[in-house]
């Protein structure tokens, strides 16, 4: 058997069985990665339905309201002394070396970065990026900062680790209890410090670990005394819900549920480890409502509350260093306005308090209760709605969110005394009213249908959720319409439920039925000038595409010269190729582009763009995928001499020598061809059983084909067989072509061989001839994808369909084909303005690039689809 490459791995099918087992197990645990937090998610949803099937909402709400203030307080001490421990972290991590910062200043970063990281980052290990930032003001930079990073985080694990260890480790019976386990943590905090200061002395150690300044004994005592003081709010809170607590099963508990909510990569273990701890506290501690309410008040005054503060600091920092806040902002409010609408639709879905819905029923007639609990689910809708609206700034989108909450607060009021939820709202006008000055964006919302069907499928999903989980009995269905009391919360429930599906499906509808709104499709004289623009500015011929007259031209009114070709496509602009404008004002155009696009409601995607114009896009924060590579031949190296040409002569002389020929038809004399093109086009077309394409690939049209030249390949009789428009890029830079068409019948009749081979290799030719520097042969999808074992999943995936997808494209077999011509291979881009939206951005441009969704689902044709299609396959 050979020897594999250095580099290469063995085939598994060579390996002996143990290492195909290993080798199994380990793609297996690396396939599972991505989805390992979901897997946990679904396992603890599933273990704690049970349980939080048995919880009474209204009963939970009226533990809450009637906490003992001195609880409180003594809970927000206790939070307090932990915020204060916070800092301690990074004081001891920046050590004596190299004159650190002042004390105040670290202990600061440490507690803005814990209160602010433990509630909206996965877990407590995260947030590094937040105390990278912090550390910049400071002097702290470069591998110093990772380094502090690297030991607070060790430390904050290796002291979890221990109280872990301290909870579970097995005691004899006689001995077993809160004091023990309380040693015990004393114990495993001392063999963390141990293993902590031991880490830097390691010879395989990292060298961020290695060079630690960190005073390694202190940074270990404050990780060990940080997690216990968490655990003391944990059972304070718990104490005093219900009036008492075995401490040993709630310090047991409390890290369970920690190390569950760390391994689930949910923010702050939200969901997962609170899903453990009612499991494993509802039993003895009291019921389930007294524990969830407990577990509220933790949430809310040890994660929240600090939450929220340092989020105002974090924004006052924004405020005095950021360039631009308007965009973080406006994401804020909308995000304020989306959780409104969510709390009133939770609320609605509720019963009210049993003392207010009596005060109710003596002082409000059932008919406004009736109107009010309605108009809060409908207005509870609106606002998840119109927070797309805000988050893009409109100013109608600004004046309506205001009434809505204004009339939030009312209806929340009058439906049953819900002031804690008018509160919300009321708060919400406020800050409108003050921070109004990102909302003045002209322009009204018009969101997608995909944005509206998920709307209103989340709304219905958690109001029916609340509803079904909260009521002990649901009325039968007769009654929903006749039954209108104070006290008919199950009959008002349905009621509400049907409104919210019948309200999100009317607006599915509607938006789904509506007209698409047009492009403004260039007339000749804007298709001339963009090509002259493209010749004088852009390297490349991709956007020479403008010259097929299917994608509208976006031009600023500053800087006024330059424009970008796009198309609109479901929620998406989509720009075809870089942005052609003067070189340095790349920036000022996209800006524009992004605006006009927000303007209209719509994201942008960047399609098919050149490493060039990456660095531009990443700075207004665009994710990128790789679509594959760009063939381009190098026609100063380019000839037919020498061994290594020897199939390309093969090519041509065969061809030749049945009399065929080459020429090259000027755009003015192309008119005259159209009926023999059209004929070959027809032809490849039916042979191939596909139909047009479009975008990103030219498509026969007559007034299309007339403005550029057209490289024809003609038969012993004169008989056109082949042909393809070129596109002129600028003097000395490069020549491409866009529809290259053959018919297989004419090409067997005139007994030609290798026809597409030899209209390549004389446009090459031509092209050098002419004094072009480089030949385009068009894209290779998804060639170079993925290959790395440490590429996105999506592009790894991508490496799948090209390996595998050959029975509905010929990917492996085009990058074959186009290989052969010795090309210098260039990768290209498509960059998306959301990570989550690469889905729908490839499905959307594929379906742009087919003609329609029916054209991409229902496809004409067979895998050679592209073979012909020189420019942009």
Request: net charge positive; glycine share 8%; proline share 6%.
């Amino acid at each position: 058997m050979t020897e594999p490459a250095p580099g290469e791995e063995l085939p598994s099918a060579a390996l002996p069985e143990p290492q195909r087992l290993r080798l199994f197990l380990s793609r297996s645990v690396e396939a599972l990665r991505p989805i390992w937090p979901w897997l946990i998610l679904a396992l603890i949803a599933w273990v704690g339905w049970h349980e939080l099937r048995q919880v009474d909402v209204g009963t939970v709400r009226g533990l809450l309201r009637d906490a003992d203030p001195t609880l409180i307080l003594i809970l927000l001490g206790a939070t307090a002394a932990n915020l204060a421990v916070f800092g301690l972290y990074d004081v001891a991590a920046l050590g004596p070396r190299s004159q650190p910062p002042p004390l105040a200043a670290r202990w600061k970063v440490g507690v803005l970065s814990f209160a602010w990281s433990n509630f909206l980052t996965f877990g407590p290990l995260a947030g590094p990026a937040l105390r990278l930032w912090l550390y910049r003001p400071i002097g702290v930079e470069g591998e110093r900062a990772r380094s502090a990073l690297a030991a607070v985080l060790s430390a904050l694990s290796l002291a979890l680790l221990g109280w872990c260890g301290a909870v579970w480790m097995p005691l004899p019976a006689a001995i077993d209890g809160f004091p023990a386990r309380l040693g015990a943590g004393v114990v495993f905090a001392a063999l963390a410090a141990a293993i902590l200061r031991l880490l830097p002395r390691l010879r395989f150690a990292p060298a961020l670990i290695r060079r630690w300044e960190a005073r390694t004994l202190l940074l270990s005592a404050v990780a060990s005394l940080d997690w216990f003081l968490a655990w003391v709010v944990f059972d304070l809170a718990l104490d005093g819900l219900h009036g008492g607590i075995d401490q040993k099963l709630s310090i047991t508990a409390f890290f369970t549920g920690q190390l569950i909510g760390l391994m689930s990569f949910t923010p702050g273990g939200l969901g997962s480890a609170d899903a453990w701890w009612i499991v494993s506290l509802s039993g003895v501690a009291g019921g389930h409502d007294r524990v969830l309410a407990a577990l509220v008040l933790y949430r809310c005054i040890y994660y929240v509350l600090p939450w929220a503060v340092a989020s105002l600091v974090l924004a006052g920092r924004l405020v005095r260093t950021g360039p631009n806040i308007n965009a973080v902002l406006r994401a804020s409010v909308a995000s304020y306005a989306f959780l409104c609408g969510v709390v009133l639709l939770a609320s609605a879905a509720t019963p009210s308090l049993s003392d207010r819905a009596a005060f109710l029923m003596h002082t409000v007639p059932v008919a406004l209760v009736e109107i009010s609990h309605a108009a809060s689910v409908v207005l509870g809708f609106l606002l998840l709605v119109i927070s797309r609206g805000l988050v893009r700034g409109y100013r109608a989108s600004h004046r309506l969110a205001l009434a809505l909450f204004v009339a939030g607060a009312v209806t929340t009021f009058l439906k049953g005394l819900d002031f804690e939820e008018a509160i919300l709202s009321l708060a919400a006008v406020a800050i409108l009213l003050v921070a109004h000055r990102p909302f003045e964006r002209e322009g009204r919302m018009r969101p997608s249908t995909e944005f509206i069907v998920s709307v209103g499928t989340f709304a219905v999903v958690l109001f029916a959720a609340v509803g079904f989980g909260s009521l002990s009995h649901v009325p039968r269905l007769p009654l929903v319409f006749t039954r209108f009391e104070h006290f008919a919360y199950g009959a008002r429930f349905l009621r509400g439920l049907l409104i919210l599906a019948a309200m999100a499906a009317v607006a599915g509808l509607h938006f789904a039925l509506r007209a698409r709104p047009r492009d403004p499709l260039p007339d000749a004289v804007a298709i001339d000038r963009a090509i002259e623009e493209t010749r004088a500015w852009r390297r490349g011929t991709n956007p020479l595409l403008v010259a097929s007259g299917d994608k509208a031209i976006f031009r600023a009114a500053r800087p006024a010269e330059g424009f970008i070709a796009y198309r609109t496509a479901g929620r998406f602009m989509v720009a075809y190729s870089d942005p052609v404008c003067p070189p340095g004002r790349e920036r000022a155009l996209l800006a524009a582009f992004l605006e006009h696009a927000s303007a209209w409601d719509r994201d942008v995607i960047l399609y098919q763009i050149a490493p060039a114009t990456l660095p531009v896009a990443h700075d207004f924060g665009f994710t990128f995928f790789k679509l594959g590579e760009e063939g381009l031949v190098d026609l100063a190296r380019f000839d037919l001499k020498g061994n290594k040409a020897k199939s390309w002569r093969h090519a041509m002389n065969s061809v030749e020598k049945e009399g065929g020929r080459f020429e090259v038809v000027p755009a003015a004399e192309v008119k005259a061809l159209l009926p023999e093109l059209r004929a070959i086009s027809d032809d490849w077309l039916a042979e191939k059983h596909v139909v047009e394409k479009r975008f990103s690939l030219g498509r026969f049209e007559e007034t299309y084909l007339t403005r550029t030249p057209c490289a024809v390949v003609r038969d012993a009789a004169g008989r056109a067989v082949a042909f393809a428009n070129l596109l002129e890029g600028a003097p000395q830079d490069e020549l491409s072509v866009d529809l290259m068409r053959y018919s297989a019948r004419r090409e067997q009749a005139a007994g030609l061989r290798d026809v597409m081979d030899y209209l390549f290799l004389q446009l090459m030719l031509h092209g050098k001839e002419r004094g072009y520097a480089r030949f385009n042969l068009g894209m290779a999808p998804l060639a170079s994808v993925g290959e790395e074992r440490w590429a996105r999943p999506f592009e790894r995936f991508a490496r799948l369909v090209f390996r595998h997808g050959e029975h509905w494209y010929n990917y492996q077999g085009l990058r074959r084909y186009k290989e052969k011509f010795d090309p210098i291979w260039e990768p290209r881009y498509m960059a998306y303005q959301h990570p989550w939206d690469w889905p729908l951005a490839s499905t959307t441009t594929a379906a742009l690039i087919a003609g329609g969704w029916r054209a991409l689902l229902l496809p004409g044709g067979g895998q050679e689809a592209s073979a012909g299609s020189g420019h942009a396959a």
